[in-house]
């Protein structure tokens, strides 16, 4: 009885010993292989590249949009800069809206005093159809 313990005990023994010793070694492998990363970053010139072409086609605008995020900051700034301007009327109720519709050639909606002066302006005015006040509403 003794003896079938006393081997079962050096049994037990020798597998830890054998177990400890197989990880103990395996960790140290695994410390002394290095391994090279295969991430191939591409170079900023890509994105310079496709963005240059993105105006040529609609292709490469859909391709553009697909894989890089619009982050041009003039227009961030310009948001913000609009959105400061109408703080003051922010939760107020809208009572009436006024639309006034310009011609399409010759006036402009910086200085009202502007006419068209040239033939082909005013050409232009009396074959284009104005549009009506009803279909702007409807778009906002």
Request: aromatic share 12%.
């Amino acid at each position: 009885m003794r003896n079938s313990i006393r081997n079962l005990l050096k049994l037990c023994f020798f597998l830890t010993f054998l177990f400890s010793s197989y990880f103990c070694s395996s960790q140290i492998a695994k410390d002394s292989v290095v391994t090279q990363d295969t991430l191939v970053i591409k170079p900023a010139s890509f994105q310079k590249k496709m963005e240059e072409n993105k105006d040529k086609n609609k292709f490469n605008k859909l391709v553009y949009k697909l894989f890089f995020k619009n982050s041009s900051s003039k227009e961030s700034s310009k948001k913000i800069i609009d959105l400061n301007r109408f703080k003051d009327f922010e939760g107020k109720i809208i009572r009436n809206i006024h639309i006034t519709t310009l011609d399409p050639f010759g006036y402009s909606i910086a200085d009202s005093t502007k006419k068209p002066e040239k033939f082909i302006e005013k050409a232009g005015n009396s074959l284009h159809v104005k549009t009506k006040n009803f279909t702007i509403k409807n778009y906002l």
